[in-house]
């Protein structure tokens, strides 16, 4: 082992984030005290980012299985097979923390992370979706940090060329220290064409592709430590820089080398780039791995062996090649201008031995450095459940319409043009509903088949109630689904919430996902792919329970779908499900009323389950030319979205029984919005009835006027005035600040 | 009072753009050049002659909108 | 009609060019690499398609603009071959001389992808000859850069020889406050002086389909064809 | 050789991010500032210790690549 090491004291333990008993365990492990590269590398390894340690334990029970799930959890990317040879590789994941500290690098190289991961796997990306918490308007960072994300978002999927076609975007206090970056990258590849991190074969060369590494993102508390950091400018850790022109050549370069058969096994630099990365590709393969980092290509002069297993460059890939074709492989990258550089070869030793400068700066047994990780049961308690709220004891608006136009221009309800005109959501030409309606729908390639993608999840149902909330989560992605006429397939998450060493955050974990795993087996909804953030908390005080489900439909035929969007005058406009008035936890209370008390509205699976099969029936029969879900803000919001987005109103006749402002702003779960032809209204009421499914007809399109029972009258001008208003005004309002 | 202001990104963070434009050079056979990085210079005025307040008013501008100081230094010089 | 997109470093709306023109001819355009020499035999139509050409430094289409098979491109349009920039292929195309003027940031400094109404300034050309005279197209913006200027004379010739190809403009064809990003004279493309090289920041390629978005770039297309035929 | 080129843009073209900035600069309360305008610096190391080569290879450089003088003017300096 190399000399010249820095003693490894216990102030040095805790700085790279290892509990003293986490360090003995790293003693029993290796018999010996660790050099400083082994202790960077175990604590890579064994961090809450890579290990999973708190949420592994609970994350095992969720249903991952379907004939259709080709990989499950544990790849880069999960996979499904949507027939005709073709899968459907997909992921989400969080760039929250650096988001926060440089809001437009931390959320493009978020982007550049998630792309990554799908194109490991040998698929295209084709399609892009970002969900984003921001703190409250008034906070004074807030402005600036939502100018720089979605510029970041923005700059990267535009540049690298795939369509970012849809996502969420809120405003909570309770994110004012903590926002919220969920990026989900959606490619495409023929099934018999999928690549995987598991290695192969003995004394096959390790590969380096991409840019060179420097001495981004480094492990900030260690880099800041006085024994090595000699209060250099240079050495300090830095924030990295994304960069798409390289991804988007290492995208045609992996591709291209993927086709050309060379590729035994590939493996994205991610999160501890060459440490997580080398160790997967051996451990999982149940081989060992030798690294010479005197060939890693470097940005900068001096890197330690210590540096360069911890940094977390951008833009990198590791892939175990076979050696007959070195020579193709290395053309390839040349052509496309990429750093490529063997680094090291598998080995039949399992330890993960890496070299630097002549010496050994790390032998560790490869397996237990993934398997050996910490795991554990975090003590957690349940959320007190919160009283129901009557309708009645909710006061009602002196006016509806005012509440309406007051409802669709708040800032968690008004649209988000501002956002995705920044995106370029029309590239690759297959873009069939685009952002601002219920699913994104995107042909695949020349079709016949389509996909529909969304992003969902309602954190105050999640923070009155985790096991309803992360339920509704699961169910209204299957309904936005479901409304554009998709077949819910599966689904990725991203589980953000506080700390987990405080039993009510691990309470809230442990019920959303209870919650999240119900649904996706009442609704056959498979969870492939994921990602964990936890500590999302500041001062004490958590985020929102935020487990972000990004939902993933197939269209046998994507000429069938349909938008929200009224389009005719004449047609008649059919509310499906059940309303009762639920204003606990609604839209309405928290704009009109800055309450957000009582227990949100409860979710019934079968529900949902059979008017979401009901709804996709209609649609693919032909019989639908518009359909929305309710959600955030009830039946009002949503007729006033569809009026909205095809410039045509309506006329609503009869309502559902109850209090009127209970009744149009309620959010009751299981609902859909369809207008059809007036030649179809009456099947479709009396095939409703048949099916068991609650129906009621609510009036007819035309005009250019929502008008409301009693009289309420608004034009769809005025509507989308206040709809479109918000947004831009609050971004042009004072200048952003760093 | 005339000033320039020059952010420079700090050294070892990672410049994409000097790198393209430094493949570029080298392309069109400027083979000798090396270390290309990328910066931005802002040219402005500031109303009245207190050349001390001046220089702090524009070090406030640079902390609070010209430079991005995770990634960026910037020096500032007052014209004569 | 033998099409070729050229393929640089960074492009990425190659294949939806080359889908619109196989589309509208039903033949194959080749896809030629930016470090070539010279363009395939035969020739009729280049396409310098729309994407991020080097990540977009230094200056839009600057580095791309310098690439060695600007060279055959040059030489096909002092031939008369068509030459047809879209987007990035439009800041290529200035950059490197064979149009004139500057694509400068827009003018709100943000990205804009939106629908935007077109106004065809002057139909009959080997790009509109599918158009009619003040016809009013919509298809999409997507760019950073496309607030097209050029100093006043340049301006004047321009406007003067009718080598506007294309206005920003509303539904009703109201060219004046269209603008996506600032650009002079709501300038949303322009010709050289022969009208065979033509450069313009929309999107037509993603328009030829009624399932997305409409067909409203597909004339653009079908008029290459017929020219090149 | 150590050197540094700025790019501005010709004072007849309008400058579109400067006026913005200048913009967010007053409402941030710089009231004082006026006429910013914003340019790019390069900077970039040469082979050899030729002076005035290096100077010249550099003003190429601009005329080349670095400065679309159509609408930018350059400035070369090298270092001592
Ligand atoms: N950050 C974003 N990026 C892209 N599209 C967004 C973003 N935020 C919201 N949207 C779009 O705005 C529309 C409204 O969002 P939302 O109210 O969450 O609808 P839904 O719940 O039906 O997905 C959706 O089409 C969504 O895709
Ligand atoms: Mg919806």
């Known amino acids: 082992m190399a000399t010249s090491q820095p003693q490894i004291t216990p102030e040095l333990v805790a700085q790279h984030g290892l509990k003293p008993d986490e360090y003995q365990r790293i003693l029993d492990l290796i018999g010996r005290e660790p050099s400083l590269t082994e202790l960077g590398i175990f604590s890579a390894m064994w961090n809450e980012h890579c290990s999973y340690k708190s949420s592994r334990i609970h994350l095992k029970g969720l249903p991952t299985s379907a004939p259709w799930v080709i990989q499950g959890p544990g790849e880069n990317a999960g996979i499904i097979d949507i027939g005709d040879g073709i899968a459907v590789v997909f992921k989400m994941e969080s760039h929250n923390h650096p988001s926060f500290i440089e809001p437009y690098q931390g959320a493009a190289t978020g982007c550049g992370g998630i792309l990554r991961d799908v194109f490991t796997m040998g698929a295209r990306p084709i399609a892009a979706l970002n969900a984003l918490s921001f703190g409250s308007p008034d906070h004074p960072r807030t402005r600036h940090l939502v100018s ?4 970041g978002i923005g700059h990267y999927g535009n540049a690298f060329g795939v369509p970012t076609v849809g996502g969420q975007t809120r405003f909570h206090t309770r994110y004012d220290g903590n926002i919220l970056v969920n990026a989900m990258a959606v490619g495409i590849c023929r099934t018999d064409q999928i690549f995987y991190a598991a290695a192969t074969g003995v004394g096959n060369p390790i590969v380096y592709l991409g840019s060179k590494t420097g001495r981004d993102g480094i492990h900030g508390a260690t880099m800041a430590s006085a024994e090595f950091d000699e209060g250099s400018e240079e050495k300090r850790p830095t924030v990295q820089v994304g960069d798409p022109f390289a991804e988007k050549l290492l995208l045609e370069a992996c591709l291209e080398l993927m086709a050309s058969g060379s590729v035994i096994a590939i493996q994205d630099m991610g999160a501890a780039g060459l440490t997580c990365s080398a160790v997967e590709m051996g451990a999982k393969g149940d081989l060992g791995v030798r690294l010479d980092l005197n060939s890693v290509p470097i940005r900068e002069v001096g890197m330690s062996a210590y540096e360069m297993m911890l940094s977390e460059s951008q833009e990198r890939m590791l892939m175990v090649l076979d050696p007959s074709r070195e020579e193709d492989a290395q053309a390839i990258f040349t052509k496309w201008g990429l750093d490529f550089a063997i680094v090291g070869y598998t080995t039949d030793d ?13 032998d560790l047994p490869i397996k237990e450095l993934g398997d050996e990780a910490p795991m554990y049961d975090r003590p957690h308690v349940e959320t007190p459940k919160r009283p129901v709220i009557r309708a009645e004891d909710v006061p009602a608006p002196a006016s509806l319409r005012a509440a309406l136009l007051q409802m669709i221009g708040s800032p968690d309800l008004c649209s988000k043009r501002w956002v995705w005109e920044q995106y370029d959501h029309l590239i690759l030409g297959n873009t069939v509903q685009r952002p601002g309606g219920d699913s994104a729908v995107v042909r695949v390639e020349d079709g016949p088949k389509g996909l529909a993608l969304t992003c969902d999840v309602t954190p105050r149902y999640c923070e009155a109630d985790p096991y309803e909330g992360g339920k509704q989560a699961v169910a209204e992605a299957w309904r936005n689904i479901c409304a554009v006429g998709g077949l819910p397939r599966a689904l990725t998450d991203n589980l953000n ?49 935020t487990p972000t489900i990004g939902g993933v439909g197939v269209l046998d035929d994507v000429t069938k779908s349909v938008g929200i969007a009224f389009r005719e005058a004449g047609e008649a406009v059919i509310l499906i499900g059940d309303t009762g008035g639920w204003l606990g936890c609604s839209a309405y209370l928290s704009v009109m009323h800055d309450r957000e008390d009582g227990a949100p509205p409860p979710v019934d699976l079968a529900v949902e389950k059979r008017h ?11 019989r ?25 109103g309506a006329t609503i006749e009869t309502l559902p029984q109850g209090p009127a402002h209970a009744v149009m702003f309620g959010e009751d779960q299981g609902r859909y919005i369809l207008a059809v032809r007036e030649s179809e209204a009456a099947g479709v009421l009396d095939a409703a009835a048949k099916t068991g499914v609650p129906v009621l007809r609510l009036g007819t399109t035309g005009g250019h006027e929502l008008t409301l029972p009693g009289g309420d009258r608004i034009s769809v001008d005025e509507l989308r005035n206040a709809h479109e208003g918000w947004l831009p005004a609050y971004m042009a309002g004072v200048a952003t600040e760093n | 009072m005339k000033a320039r202001v020059t952010v420079t990104l700090k050294t070892s963070v990672l410049d994409p753009q000097g790198k393209a434009i430094e493949g570029s050079l080298k392309s069109l056979g400027f083979d000798g050049v090396s270390n290309v990085r990328q910066g931005k210079v802002f040219d402005l005025e500031v109303a009245g002659d207190d050349r001390a307040k001046a220089e702090a008013d524009i070090k406030a501008m640079c ?8 990634i960026e230094s910037y020096r500032v010089e007052i014209a004569g | 009609m033998k099409a070729s997109v050229i393929l640089f470093p960074g492009s990425n709306r190659e294949r939806d060019a080359a889908r619109a023109l196989k589309h509208a001819s039903g033949q194959d355009a080749s896809i030629v690499w930016h470090g070539e020499t010279s363009l395939p035999a035969g020739t009729d139509v280049v396409v310098l398609p729309g994407g991020f050409s080097y990540g977009d430094y ?14 055959a491109v040059r030489a096909h349009a002092e031939r008369g071959g068509l030459v047809l920039g879209i987007c990035n292929g439009f800041q290529i195309l200035v950059e490197s001389g064979l149009l004139p003027g500057a694509l400068l940031r827009n003018n709100h400094l943000k990205f804009v992808c939106r629908m935007q109404h077109l106004k065809v300034e002057r139909a009959g050309t080997p790009f509109t000859n599918g158009y009619t005279d003040g016809q009013v197209i919509e298809v999409a913006v997507a760019h950073g850069d496309g607030n097209y200027l050029a100093d006043v004379e340049t301006l004047e010739r321009i406007e003067g020889d009718g080598r506007v190809a294309f206005r920003y403009c509303d539904a009703e064809g109201n060219v004046g406050q269209a603008s996506p990003n600032g650009s002079v004279n709501c300038i949303a493309g322009i010709y050289s002086e022969r009208f065979n090289v033509l450069g313009l920041m929309p999107h037509p390629e993603n328009f030829i389909d009624p399932l997305v978005g409409g067909t409203d770039g597909a004339g653009l ?7 090149a035929a």
Do not use: W
């Open chain 1, 612 to 622: 979401g099969d009901f709804v996709r029936g209609l649609i693919l029969d032909g």
């Open chain 3, 221 to 227: 297309f079908a008029s290459l064809a017929k020219a």
């Open chain 1, 497 to 545: 919430f506080g700390n987990p060493e405080r039993p009510e955050i691990m309470g809230q974990f442990v019920g959303c996902l209870k919650g999240i795993s119900e649904a996706c087996i009442a609704l056959d909804f498979p969870i492939v792919s994921g990602n964990v953030s936890l500590y999302n908390e500041t001062l004490g005080r958590g985020i929102l329970p």
């Open chain 1, 624 to 648: 639908v030319s518009a359909s929305h879900d309710i959600q955030d803000g009830g039946l009002a919001v949503s007729l006033a979205e569809m009026a909205m987005a095809g410039g045509v």
């Open chain 3, 58 to 71: 230094l200056r839009c289409g600057a580095i791309a603009a310098r690439s060695p098979v600007m060279d």
């Open chain 1, 350 to 362: 399992l330890r993960f031995r890496v070299e630097h400068g002549g010496s050994e700066m790390a």
């Open chain 1, 148 to 151: 720089g994300v979605v510029a």
């Open chain 2, 63 to 70: 902390e609070k909108l010209l430079a991005n100081t995770v």
